[in-house]
């Protein structure tokens, strides 16, 4: 239940509070004083679009901030706690935030969380309808899943099916369509992979070898370098055999190691030193081996260093066109040959993909018309419980229908013999039909209704609502506009017998159905034009009559206007 609502900076809403109670609450002022506001606040508590134009004229940012009572337990407390909402003594503490530049803020229970959050806690929450309600209700898609919501898992269970069966088959067609349509550039692709698979295949590189080849080509390049120097670094390592009188560093390190050898007896130091020299000496021998063996095996072979450069060839190739180096290359390779393979499974990959099709087709039609069978049924109920509704509401001679219908196509699916359109929720144009009177034929509702007829219908069909899939509170924006007289009395009665089992919320300016409820507010402005805290008032006793008076002939002090509101007052207690 909606206990309260804080509006501040808000249309022509300055600082105002919104004390609710259970049952039926009329919102009532003078037009333009504000009282759309208190279904605008709600909306935006709830999570309704950000508007900027509603902040107030000379303020930095609108804010309104809610308390509503939640059942414990419920899906609603569920989905707070998950985002970290904590409840105040069984409510949860809903504000928003709108600033003049645009931006939005919403909070939950003390923890800032997404608009969307507000949007999913509204549906189990509160049911809110205005004038675009009315008007959205004139559409065949909002009367499809009106009727759909009626239906309850008769409809919702074989529609999930349906769904699931309908998104398979939009994505089997699109690859289908995309094989098909691109089918000469898939070929080119294919062409173009084939070339390079030869191409690489044809020189058969091996992961590394361009950069083996590389050294290889610097060394056979500068083979006659190479071996001078290590010619030179070994006839210095171990000396010359042509130069006998030559001094080497072998010779050297020899002569050092025997000196210390012959006193290393008598000095621990020196024995140390001695054990290094001779470490440095085996090195000296090893370093000189491998020197000479360097020079004999460097071979300056023209054949071989031109054999070197053409393999570098032959792969710089292939990496100028298929990767920075042969890696890369063969990576190419190894993703080109998977697409190859998935490029000539194409042809088997068509035949799969359209008998799957084919299948989903008939499947769907199926389930199409599972779906029919049950939205006829419900529509029957539906419209029957409407019709109900409708006589407690000063139509008693009216009767609701609906009319289910499916469109031929050619492209569609086959559902009782016919190739029919579907969409993603079926084959199936639902649409409301009112005949308002014995003799009128059924027409749409969109054509055949009134604007107080379309209040009613509209009425009518929440109430049914309310028995099938209740919230816990109900607000509506002028639900009586274009009605008056009976009708208006009948709607008031409606709404309090609502009210019996919901928390029911009415803006109105028709005095009849203001009578019913269990409070009165009045939304009223000051000189300055602007709605304060204290503008926002529970009318009781003499000042409801008055405000009931000044609704009904537009003076407060009108006797006969006076007469007429207690009058109405007293019927509704009747009633009660």
Same mark, same amino acid.
């Given at each position: ?235 210095? /390592? ?66 071989? /260093? ?271």
């Amino acid at each position: 239940m909606l206990e309260e609502m804080r509006i501040r900076s808000l249309g022509v809403i300055d600082d105002a509070v919104v004390e609710l109670s259970p049952g039926f609450t009329a919102v009532t002022g003078e037009t333009g004083a504000g009282k759309t506001m208190v279904v605008t606040s709600l909306g935006l508590l709830l999570g309704g679009r950000a508007d900027p134009a509603l902040v107030r004229i000379g303020a930095k940012s609108a804010v309104v901030e809610g308390r509503i009572t939640v059942p414990p337990g419920g899906t609603a407390v569920v989905r707070a706690e998950e985002a970290g909402a904590e409840l105040d003594d069984g409510a949860l503490l809903f504000s928003r935030t709108v600033s003049a530049e645009g931006r939005s803020r919403a909070h939950l229970g003390g923890r800032s969380v997404p608009v969307g959050v507000l949007a999913e806690l509204a549906d189990e929450l509160v049911a809110v309808h205005g004038q675009t309600d009315q008007q959205g209700l004139l559409k065949l898609s909002r009367q499809r899943q009106a009727l759909d919501r009626y239906a309850g898992d008769a409809v919702a269970v074989p529609l999930a099916k349906y769904a699931g069966s309908y998104r398979r088959l939009r994505a089997v067609s699109a690859e289908l369509d995309e094989i098909t349509t691109r089918a000469r550039e898939r070929a080119q692709e294919a062409d173009l992979l084939r070339f390079g698979l030869e191409e690489i295949a044809a020189v058969e590189p091996r992961a590394g070898e361009d950069t083996e080849l590389s050294a290889e080509a610097e060394r056979l390049g500068h083979a006659e370098a190479l071996a001078s120097a290590a010619t030179v670094a070994h006839a210095a /390592l171990a000396g010359n055999p042509e130069d006998p009188e030559g001094i080497d560093a072998a010779t050297l390190v020899a002569g050092a190691h025997r000196a210390l050898e012959a006193v290393r007896s008598h000095d621990s130091a020196l024995a140390t030193l001695s054990g290094r020299i001779g470490e440095i000496a085996i090195l000296l021998g090893d370093v000189a081996g491998e020197l000479a063996g360097y020079a004999d095996d460097l071979d300056a072979d023209p054949l071989r /260093l031109a054999a070197v450069e053409e393999r570098r060839a032959a792969l710089t190739q292939l990496t100028r066109k298929y990767g920075t180096d042969i890696g890369a290359v063969l990576d190419w390779a190894e993703q080109g040959a998977a697409r190859l393979t998935e490029l000539d499974g194409d042809d088997d990959r068509l035949g799969d993909l359209t008998a799957e099709r084919d299948a989903l087709r008939a499947e769907l039609g199926g389930l199409a018309q599972a779906l029919t069978d049950a939205r006829a049924e419900a529509a029957e109920r539906f419209a029957a419980a409407v019709t109900a509704e409708l006589a407690s509401l000063a139509m008693p001679h009216a009767r609701v229908s609906f009319d289910i219908r499916q469109t031929d196509d050619p492209e569609g699916v086959e559902v009782d013999g016919r190739t029919v359109a579907y969409g993603p929720a079926g084959v199936d144009e639902v649409e409301l039909l009112l005949a308002p009177h014995p003799g009128a034929p059924p027409r749409p509702i969109a054509k055949g209704a009134s604007g107080g007829e379309l209040s009613r219908v509209m009425l009518a069909v929440e109430v049914v609502f309310a028995g099938t899939d209740p919230v816990p509170t109900y607000l509506f924006d002028e639900v009586d506009a274009g009605v008056g007289g009976k009708a208006a009395v009948e709607i008031g009665r409606r709404l309090a017998r609502l009210a019996k089992t919901a928390q029911v919320v009415v803006v109105t300016h028709l005095p009849q159905v203001a009578a019913f409820a269990d409070r009165q507010l009045l939304v009223e402005k000051t000189v300055d034009g602007s709605v304060t805290r204290s503008g926002v008032k529970v009318l009781e006793g003499e000042e409801r009559i008055r405000e009931l008076s000044r609704m009904l002939a537009g003076q407060e002090d009108s006797e006969t206007a006076r007469a007429h509101a207690e009058e109405l007052l007293a019927t509704a207690r009747a009633d009660g």
